[in-house]
Structure formats: structure tokens, C-alpha cells
């Protein structure tokens, strides 16, 4: 069993950075992957961002490219997902997933991870 907990998100005006992260324990040597996911409220849940474990390849969604970045810290087994130039759009509770790595592109896929974080807001006004 892995647990991953994502500490509080947090609020910022348009344009502005927010950096989220989720500390991954227990049997952690089963995740190949970590993963980023968004929902926004009467939406279904996107795929934001997935760094592989094993080689840190990262993969990202169209609408964050070049905005947002994934991290590891391999030692402290936490994900970071570093948020800049943030819209409205952006608005929704992010969730942190981990498990098996993903077969070719799924990765955006929810049901390709095994493990959740509990979800966290992040609200981004304008």
C-alpha cells in the first residue's frame, strides 16, 4: 500500500505561482510513476503532468505546457508540480496519483494509477 499526502493548496490572483507537493510512503519501490491530476468542478479529471521514476521522462497536458513543471526529489519520495503564469482555467482541486508506469500515452488516463492523494483546491482569481 502507498500513501500519498498533498499538504494545502492555495490561493492566487491571475499571473501569479503556486508549487504543490505530495510526499509518497509506504511501499513506494511499486510506483513507476507519479502523476498530477486536475478537476474542476462539473468536469471530468484531466491529466495535468507524470514523471516517470525510473528515467524522470516527464509528460505534460497540452493546456499547462510550458507553464507548469513536475519534479521528484527521489530521496524524500515527493512529487512537486510547479505552477506559473496561472489562469482562472486553472481553477480546481489537484490530485497526486502513483503506480505503475503508463503504456504509451496513456498517462492522462485516471485508471492507469493505483494511488490518490486526498485532493487539494487551488483557486486562482482574476
Known amino acids: 500500500q502507498v500513501l500519498l499526502q498533498e499538504p494545502r493548496g492555495g490561493s492566487v490572483e491571475t499571473g501569479g505561482s503556486l508549487r504543490l507537493s505530495c510526499a509518497a510512503s509506504?511501499?513506494?519501490?511499486?510506483?513507476?510513476?507519479m502523476a498530477w491530476f486536475r478537476q474542476a468542478p462539473g468536469a471530468v479529471r484531466e491529466g495535468v503532468a507524470m514523471?516517470?521514476?525510473?528515467?524522470?521522462?516527464?509528460y505534460y497536458g497540452a493546456s499547462v505546457m510550458g507553464r507548469f513543471t513536475i519534479s521528484r526529489d527521489a530521496n524524500a519520495n515527493t512529487v512537486y508540480l510547479q505552477m506559473q503564469n496561472l489562469t482562472p482555467e486553472d481553477t480546481a482541486v489537484y490530485y497526486c496519483a502513483a503506480g505503475p508506469l503508463p503504456r504509451g500515452g496513456s498517462w492522462g488516463l485516471p485508471t492507469q494509477y493505483n494511488y490518490w492523494g486526498q485532493g487539494t483546491q487551488v483557486t486562482v482569481s482574476s
Open positions: 514523471i516517470s521514476v525510473p528515467d524522470d521522462r516527464k
Open positions: 509506504g511501499f513506494t519501490r511499486s510506483v513507476d510513476s
